[in-house]
């Protein structure tokens, strides 16, 4: 049996760290070995909530074959403050454990901190935990979806919210894209409100269909804590306009970022943007 072939991603082979591929054999041996999750063209980490399930699973979903998903879990209470989260030494702690494994990128998952901070405090947490990781990009949700709207000519946007934010934290989440030049014409959370639990593709589907107003250029679905990639092939072909969520958009950022050769398909145009 022929050993694996090593191989480096962009940028690593200065790092000093070989990356096995699982998925190419020399010469022409058809393929033999099966997929096993390596991340031979890059890891990507994530730092997210303790309770949180969705963010690592939604980006293994998305992810192209050779990138990885790496998750460093904070303990928090999803009704706290969520400003509270950016600050807490935990998440610089966590950033730190992610670093260790040689990210090339790393997502905070946690929108709802973006919207209570505001564009220029999110912009010194970035700075802040960028420093924790020795450099090793850090995407925050908010600035990615502000430059995925910009770069689709989306001007007039409508926010769909989680059902467990609150309402100071939808408002704040209707101010922040606000400040950054869009028209927001519609800012709801999903109804009826409950606490932090998973929803069904369904339930969203058919609210954000009946909920969107027509004058929308595109939808972002807030909340890192909320599953939604499943609906975004089916919400674009309904509403015939970009459909954004947290999650997708993190992971469009850091693919980017690595210079992914390949892009998720069936998951929203955003990952047919040209660079």
């Given at each position: ?29 058809h393929e033999r070995w099966q997929r096993d999750g390596v991340g031979s063209l890059a890891r990507i980490g994530v730092l997210t909530p303790d309770f949180d399930p969705v963010p690592e699973s939604e980006m ?216």
């Amino acid at each position: 049996m022929k050993r694996r072939e090593f191989i480096s991603g962009v940028g690593l082979c200065a790092a000093g760290i070989p990356l096995v591929s699982s998925t190419r054999l020399a010469g022409t041996e058809h393929e033999r070995w099966q997929r096993d999750g390596v991340g031979s063209l890059a890891r990507i980490g994530v730092l997210t909530p303790d309770f949180d399930p969705v963010p690592e699973s939604e980006m293994w979903t998305l992810a192209p074959q050779g990138i990885s998903i790496h998750a460093s879990r904070v303990t928090w209470q999803w009704n706290h403050d969520p400003r509270e989260f950016a600050e807490a030494l935990q998440v610089h702690n966590a950033t730190e454990q992610l670093a260790a494994l040689k990210p090339r990128a790393i997502v905070y998952a946690f929108t709802s901190s973006s919207y209570a901070l505001g564009p220029q405090a999110e912009g010194a947490l970035r700075a802040g935990l960028e420093k924790r990781s020795q450099g090793i990009p850090v995407i925050l949700t908010c600035q990615a979806a502000t430059e995925a709207l910009r770069l689709l000519q989306a001007s007039r946007v409508a926010l769909i919210q989680p059902p467990w934010f609150s309402e100071e934290v939808n408002a704040k989440g209707r101010d922040y894209f606000r400040s950054q030049g869009f028209d927001v014409v519609l800012c709801q959370l999903l109804t009826p409100t409950r606490p932090f639990t998973e929803v069904a593709p369904s339930e969203l589907y058919e609210w954000v269909r009946a909920n969107v107003p027509r004058q929308a250029e595109a939808v972002f679905i807030g909340g890192n804590g909320l599953r939604a990639i499943g609906t975004v092939q089916a919400l674009e072909q309904n509403l015939g306009k970009p459909v954004l969520t947290a999650n997708q958009v993190c992971l469009w950022k850091a693919l980017r970022l690595v210079s992914a050769t390949s892009m998720p398909t069936q998951y929203g145009r955003v990952f047919t943007l040209s660079r």
